[in-house]
């Protein structure tokens, strides 16, 4: 884009008053606060613009990832997701995410060591997460442990000093595999595994999960490759619902821990991250591939929605999807096929040629195939949500810093349209109090 690009003025008539404004424009955007000078007299406060969920509004320009929902583009930095996936690391990936640029031989080593450095958490986060029931769902302990690191960690409430800022950002990455693996080994009853500095990010992943009595665990590299694609897959999607979350918490200049922890509950709820569990539970459900058109059926009639169809932003396949179904293929070689892939494709395959979901223009996305690969490797369906938040993590904080950075951020703070009563008093009869 050039530095003019989407620059310009628009006019706008206020039809009750016959009066009009120019307003300008950039990046092709007019700023909602240039509404306000449009009133119809004195006792106006000026025009707000309505709208819920953000369908139409910019809260904030942002240098990290690009989405063209028309035309199914992903972009992290100005690269193509299928170039990172096919070419990068998840943590080279997330050096990107945060400084713009792919680390050099040396950057990336330095930057590993550091990740490497603090995967390990206090030893007092064992005994919380011991606190949790055995059934506790995992994504639940990880949103409790997340904010309770902000209490380890107090210089964290500093947020405006760079250093401060980038030991929690480099904390956080490094100690979000170790806690979802404590997560799902306090679920499962097991030991808790502590983390291999020898292995790679996904790799120590893994040991931290699945390792029992050896002394070295060493992952399966098909597994560990697809796993660390995974998580580049979900390192970033701009203005999302959890990253919004990030954004707005941090925005109050609470520490990254209480903010990534809104963040982690935000992405819990099944329209978001928790999207992925859902499929899987959806696709047990179904069973078998003649019961989709019964299914496809009653999703028409609105009695539930299709989950891992659909998206805010991509009107046509999701990139990720796409790479997702190619990652499937070299797991199940190593796993053996997942037999719900099988009714995942014919689902697919019966909805896109539906009527409904071309004219609602609704496509798989990222979570349609990616549980049935966490599935075929062994992970327990609920902590699908959990993976999401792993590879997440860099995107939420390279978000953050950029909201924390930019001169033009303040206090998130929406107005509202206030349709309530008028004014009324306590002491009216209908509504006296009794003392
Ligand atoms: N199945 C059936 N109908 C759907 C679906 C679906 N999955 N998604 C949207 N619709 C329909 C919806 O009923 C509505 O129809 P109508 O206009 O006739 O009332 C229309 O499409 C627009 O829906 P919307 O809720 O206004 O769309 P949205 O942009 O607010 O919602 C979404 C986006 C992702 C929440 C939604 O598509 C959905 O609930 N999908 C299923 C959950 C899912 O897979 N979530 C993961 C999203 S990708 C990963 C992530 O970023 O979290």
Redesign the pocket.
């Known amino acids: 884009m050039g530095d003019d690009d989407g620059a310009g003025t628009l006019t706008v008539t206020d039809n009750r008053t016959g009066r009009s404004y120019e307003l300008p424009l950039v990046h092709g955007a007019i700023r909602a606060s240039d509404l306000r000078q449009i009133t119809t007299g004195p006792d106006d406060r000026g025009l707000l613009s309505y709208d819920p ?1 953000f369908l139409n509004t910019a809260s904030c320009e942002s240098a990290i990832t690009y989405v063209d929902g028309e035309r199914g583009i992903l972009r992290y930095r100005g690269y193509p997701i299928e170039e990172l996936a096919e070419r990068a690391t998840f943590l080279e990936v997330a050096y990107l995410l945060l400084n713009g640029e792919l680390p050099d031989a040396a950057q990336l080593r330095d930057w590993t060591a550091e990740i490497v450095h603090h995967t390990f958490v206090h030893e007092n986060v064992k005994k919380f997460i011991d606190g949790f029931h055995y059934d506790a769902h995992p994504m639940g302990i990880m949103v409790s442990t997340v904010a309770a690191l902000s209490t380890f960690y107090p210089e964290a409430k500093d947020p405006v000093s760079s250093a401060v800022r980038r030991r929690q950002i480099v904390r956080l990455i490094a100690k979000m595999p170790t806690l979802a693996a404590f997560a799902y080994r306090h679920s499962a009853g097991l030991p808790y595994a502590y983390p291999d500095s020898d292995l790679s990010y996904t790799g120590n992943f893994l040991s931290m999960l699945q390792k029992r009595t050896d002394t070295r665990y060493r992952p399966n590299p098909v597994l560990e490759h697809a796993l660390d694609v995974l998580f580049i897959l979900h390192a970033d ?1 701009e203005q ?2 959890s990253t919004t979350t990030m954004r707005g918490v941090g925005s109050s200049h609470a520490d990254p821990y209480s903010a990534m922890a809104a963040a982690t509950a935000a992405l819990y709820g ?4 928790g ?1 992925n569990e ?2 899987l539970r959806m696709l047990t459900t179904i069973g078998s591939v003649e019961n989709i058109p019964d299914y496809i059926a009653r ?1 028409k009639r ?1 009695e539930f ?8 932003v991509y009107k046509s396949l999701d990139p990720r999807a796409r790479i997702i179904r190619r990652v499937a293929e070299e797991v199940f070689e190593v796993t053996g096929r997942n037999r719900l892939l099988d009714i995942a494709v014919e689902l697919q395959r019966i909805a896109l040629e539906d009527d409904y979901f071309l004219s ?1 223009r ?1 496509y798989p ?3 349609f195939y990616s549980g049935i690969i966490y599935q075929a490797m062994g992970f327990p369906v609920d902590m699908f949500p959990v993976l999401f938040a792993i590879g997440r993590t860099p995107g939420w904080l390279a978000q953050w810093e950029e909201g924390i950075l930019d001169p033009a951020q303040k206090i998130s703070r929406p107005r509202q349209l206030y349709v309530g009563s008028g004014v009324r008093h306590l002491d009216a009869p209908e509504t006296a109090v009794a003392s």
């Open positions: 969920g999607h999302n619902c099944p329209l978001h991250g999207a859902q499929v999703v609105g929605r299709l989950m891992g169809f659909g998206h805010r609602h609704l996305n990222v979570d």
